[in-house]
């Protein structure tokens, strides 16, 4: 079973509705997991309805997570990450 890095990063409103989930190995690329918020019921069933007949908002469906200074470690990580996959793709092709 493949081993992977993990942190999860709490929005700065403290909500732990508002998180993100960042995981990856070694060799791979990263991934980042979105909670969704539960809704009350009478909420989802109206946005049922808007979705059934076709209604969008021109913005999106999305929510927030207001990241700070306290997240600064765990985003320099999967930055660093992230360069170093692509450092040993660019040498396998050298080497190749």
């Known amino acids: 079973m493949t081993e992977y890095t993990k942190d999860i990063l709490i929005c700065d409103c403290s909500s732990e509705e ?4 960042i995981r990856y190995d070694e060799d791979s690329e ?4 979105v909670h ?3 809704k009350p019921f009478w909420e989802r069933v109206w946005h049922a309805i808007d979705y059934i ?3 969008q908002s021109k ?9 700070g200074p306290q997240h600064i470690t ?4 999967v930055v660093d990450h ?4 692509e450092a040993k793709k660019v040498q396998l ?4």
């Open 18 to 21: 508002h998180q993100l989930l």
């Open 30 to 33: 990263v991934y980042v997991n």
């Open 36 to 38: 969704l918020t539960k």
């Open 53 to 55: 007949f076709g209604h």
């Open 59 to 67: 913005y999106g469906a999305f929510d927030e997570v207001i990241l």
């Open 74 to 77: 765990s985003l320099q990580s």
């Open 82 to 85: 992230l360069k170093n996959v």
């Open 93 to 96: 092709k050298l080497d190749v």
